[in-house]
């Protein structure tokens, strides 16, 4: 089972899984993949098992379609892949916690290339590679729980750098708009750019330590001028390209819990959604529109929790939950929960990343991949 994500008032506690809360990214908060930007969401990974599983297609349908049969892709992690990044229907790049990633190409998976030297501890929390973002298929940047990214050309991997001389605390989300342009935040409330071929220096979130968590779990870029990141107690804050404003309150609706939500995606500068819950018998879903926050929408499945969320132009949305089913949104409803995974299948799908409506790859904790068919 997944640990929660879910805190208490006081402790945001982080999944094993990608979240991309380690993540995500291109989207993603666990792990998230928004177009060319994801949350990775980057983000945890969820426990091992066997690596038996059914390959039978999935009966229900995504909102871009039905799934295809799963694929395995990584058998170098007992752990399964945790995070995915897509920006067309032609190229993806997936990562496990032991710090391979796998490039999917025209239909077609590379074997593992590990990326991360600096991961030693055999994925544990605080020591594993956690978050993608893709902005295109020559330009892709990994990150793991110590503060370490790695930038891809579309040929190689450069080494791992420190971007935070921090420790690390298990949180640590990407988000890429172009090669040019990334935002990273962390665990540490701390936040730094990448401009093409340095990394800013790394600086605090909010200064002031007043309103936000110690712990920002993800960031979704729709624009170098325009990201939003959350924290651990229900605050979301934006960045404009030069700062950072001052933190939000996520709307509860007047609930006398407030939902935890840590995951987030963004499709444009005027379209996110956040995905979180208050325990394991609610999850909401909610939508920003640059300046505000919506009431949270209950979800209409049965009782569970969201773990990533993905967006594209349009806008397209399409959130993860824990048992496996997703919903979308159109840029008008949302549809009803339906399965990625096959009920016969052992696998659990804990990370996905949408290029566009007609075209989503979803990951799972037994290393295969499932792409969505219009």
């Not at 998230?32 to 983000?43: F, V, W």
């Not at 038996?52 to 892709?73: C, L, M």
Request: some cysteine.
């Amino acid at each position: 089972m997944r640990p929660s994500l879910k805190r208490s008032r006081a402790t945001l506690l982080p999944r094993r899984v990608p979240i991309s809360l380690l993540a995500v990214a291109s989207a993603g908060l666990l792990v998230a993949a928004c177009g060319s930007s994801s949350p990775s969401a980057s983000s945890p990974t969820t426990s091992g098992g066997t690596s038996s599983r059914s390959t039978a297609s999935t009966q229900g349908t995504s909102g871009s379609g039905t799934w295809s049969a799963p694929v395995k892709v990584d058998t170098l992690d007992r752990q399964g892949l945790n995070a995915v990044s897509c920006v067309s229907s032609t190229f993806c790049v997936a990562i496990d916690s032991q710090g391979n990633a796998f490039v999917y190409t025209s239909g077609t998976w590379s074997s593992g290339t590990n990326i991360d030297a600096a991961i030693t501890g055999g994925g544990t929390l605080g020591d594993q590679l956690s978050t993608i973002s893709c902005a295109s298929s020559t330009f892709c940047v990994a990150g793991d729980t110590k503060y370490n990214v790695m930038v891809y050309n579309g040929t190689s991997w450069t080494q791992p750098q420190s971007v935070d001389p921090k420790s690390g605390s298990q949180f640590f989300s990407v988000s890429c708009t172009s090669a040019t342009f990334c935002l990273v935040v962390d665990g540490a409330s701390d936040s730094t750019t990448y401009n093409g071929s340095t990394w800013s220096p790394a600086q605090g979130v909010d200064p002031n330590g007043s309103v936000l968590s110690s712990e920002l779990t993800q960031v979704s870029c729709a624009t170098p001028a325009f990201c939003v990141a959350m924290d651990g107690a229900d605050h979301s804050i934006t960045y404009t390209g030069t700062s950072w404003g001052q933190p939000q309150n996520v709307s509860t609706g007047g609930s006398q819990q407030q939902p935890v939500v840590p995951y987030v995606a963004c499709a444009s500068t005027t379209f996110c959604i956040g995905a979180g819950s208050i325990n394991a018998t609610s999850e909401y879903l909610v939508t920003y529109d640059g300046s505000s926050w919506s009431k949270p929408q209950p979800s209409d499945s049965s009782p569970n929790e969201y773990n990533a969320v993905t967006c594209a132009s349009g806008p397209f949305c399409m959130v993860l939950e824990a048992a496996g089913k997703t919903v979308s949104y159109n840029g008008t409803s949302w549809s009803h929960a339906q399965p990625v995974e096959p009920s016969t299948s052992a696998g659990q799908a804990n990370a996905l990343s949408c290029a566009s409506a007609s075209f989503c790859i979803a990951v799972d904790n037994l290393g295969y991949a499932l792409v969505s068919k219009p």
